[in-house]
């Protein structure tokens, strides 16, 4: 591999990635993809198939770009400087993020709103609510142990609060193979999740539904699950949300709920390499015993 490679469109510390540059980009990281594709299925002279003479590896040109143009992508938030973390802050308590971004990034903080669930553990069903729910694209509504149907997908939003499974093992890095349990990747992924610079969560936090806890018990591999066509239906929802300037007659849903949040939090850069989030709760919150806030928080270089 050469090793003067140069970036297919430059930026730099602090430059605004603006739309037109990352479709320039888009464009010629798959017109290069598809070149070297090219080359290297002309280059191939003994086939196992003659139905495979114009693939590589079983995919076509075609597939291999828009795989390799996908993980491409993926990669552009951790080269640009990015970091998303999940904290829980305590009242009058320093909250530190050593996120080792070597400057001051700009910070965005959510809540992580608890929303209704049926948590699955063996042969036990619980109604509760949680901050994080691993489910499968069956589970729009589970029933609860008392018969009552819990929407985990809510029918009157146009887009849901979910993100894919595989995508979310991506992100915090959890590796795996076609031999992988989904019981092993699900534990691996708890526990990038809420390891340093993340915070620990309480188990009571977090769950997965019924589908999951019956595929754990039967050891479903990742091979298996790709054979069934379940490997793209497995989801993780979380909702994450800020508001801004909402008056004190906010709606009470799981959007719009407990007023105003976050709520009374300072951000402070330490050094180029540690931040930290300190939260002072107001005389209100106090008399409401507020015991801590939840969050997504978001650093961007």
């Known amino acids: 591999m050469a090793n003067d490679c140069k970036p297919y ?20 990281v798959c017109e290069d993809i598809c070149k070297q594709v090219e080359d290297g299925v002309a280059g191939v002279t003994e086939v196992e198939t003659a139905k495979n003479a114009l693939k590589l590896g ?14 491409a992508l993926q990669a552009i938030p951790k080269r640009s400087g990015y970091l998303k973390v999940f904290k829980r802050l305590k009242p009058d308590e320093i909250n530190l993020i050593e996120h080792n971004l070597k400057t001051c990034p700009l910070v965005d903080v959510y809540q ?30 589970i029933k609860d142990p008392n018969g009552e149907s819990v929407e985990i997908e809510n029918g009157d939003f146009p887009v849901q609060f979910k993100v894919p499974l595989l995508e979310m093992l991506e992100l915090f890095e959890v590796p795996y193979t076609d031999d992988s349990s989904l019981g092993d990747l699900e534990t691996e992924l708890w526990k990038a999740m809420f390891s340093a610079p993340n915070d620990d969560f309480d188990m009571d936090d977090y769950c997965h539904s019924p589908w999951f806890e019956r595929c754990c ?8 699950l790709r054979k069934k066509g379940d490997l793209n239906d497995m989801w993780m929802k979380f909702i994450p949300k800020k508001t801004i300037n909402m008056s004190a007659s906010s709606r009470g849903d799981n959007i719009n709920q407990n007023n105003s949040c976050p ?19 107001s005389d209100q919150d106090i008399g409401r015993e507020i015991q801590e806030q939840k969050l997504m928080v978001l650093l961007k270089v």
């Open 58 to 71: 079983g995919k076509t040109t075609e597939e291999i770009c828009k795989e390799w143009l996908e993980k």
């Open 263 to 281: 709520k009374d939090l300072t951000v402070a850069h330490f050094n180029m390499n540690t931040t930290g989030l300190f939260w002072e709760p």
């Open 9 to 28: 469109v430059e930026f730099a510390p602090g430059d605004l990635i603006t739309a037109e540059g990352m479709n320039e980009m888009q464009v010629l």
């Open 217 to 224: 018990r039967e050891e479903r591999t990742v091979e298996s």
């Open 112 to 141: 992580l709103v608890p929303f209704p669930v049926v948590c699955a553990i063996d042969e036990d069903k619980e109604a509760t609510e949680v901050c994080f729910y691993l489910y499968h694209s069956s589970e729009k509504k």
